[in-house]
């Protein structure tokens, strides 16, 4: 698993308070699980909860917020473009221990995906994927769906916002 590692490394660099103190960053792995399918490969995805707990922290919650934030878009993307996924994903508790310090517990569900491809001589090899990028939207437009000649839907898109999630599924074809 290699996102706990990227992640700390993340907060670490970007939280001045951390980066000199780094053994106050703790990270835990909880609720792991490998999933896999009976297709032909071996290829699987860790699921699991990482939970960071930052210990006699006295800055502002933000400035852990905005770089965690910063590091899901890049890593973990659908936590903040799926709403129904992301709205419970990212807990948190904070323990009060005086007026100026926290320690504060996040907990954020996060996958990795393995590839595992088997070579001609036997030999299995792993890869591990990044995450597919966010992309910005396409231009407003008319756009129409065909099955072969025949027109199947119409519309026009609205102006762009934001980002779209990359996917391997072919969109529709615009119209001119």
Do not use: C
């Not at 936590?79 to 009060?96: P, S, Y």
């Amino acid at each position: 698993m290699n996102k706990p590692d990227s992640l700390r490394r993340h907060l670490l660099a970007s939280i001045p308070e951390l980066s000199h103190n780094p053994e106050r960053l703790l990270l835990f792995i909880d609720n792991g699980r490998i999933r896999s399918t009976a297709a032909a490969g071996l290829s699987f995805e860790y699921s699991y909860s990482l939970n960071l707990i930052f210990t006699d922290y006295a800055g502002h919650a933000d400035a852990i917020a905005v770089p965690l934030l910063a590091w899901l878009r890049e890593h973990q993307p659908e936590l903040l473009a799926n709403h129904d996924r992301g709205k419970d994903a990212i807990t948190f508790e904070a323990d009060r221990l005086d007026n100026s310090k926290v320690d504060l517990a996040i907990t954020l569900p996060l996958t990795e995906r393995v590839i595992v491809q088997r070579h001609r001589e036997g030999r299995l090899e792993l890869q591990h994927p990044d995450e597919p990028p966010l992309t910005p939207h396409q231009p407003a437009a008319r756009y129409a769906l065909y099955s072969g000649n025949t027109l199947l839907a119409a519309w026009d898109s609205a102006p762009p916002r934001g980002v779209d999630l990359e996917t391997p599924h072919p969109g529709p074809t615009r119209v001119e």
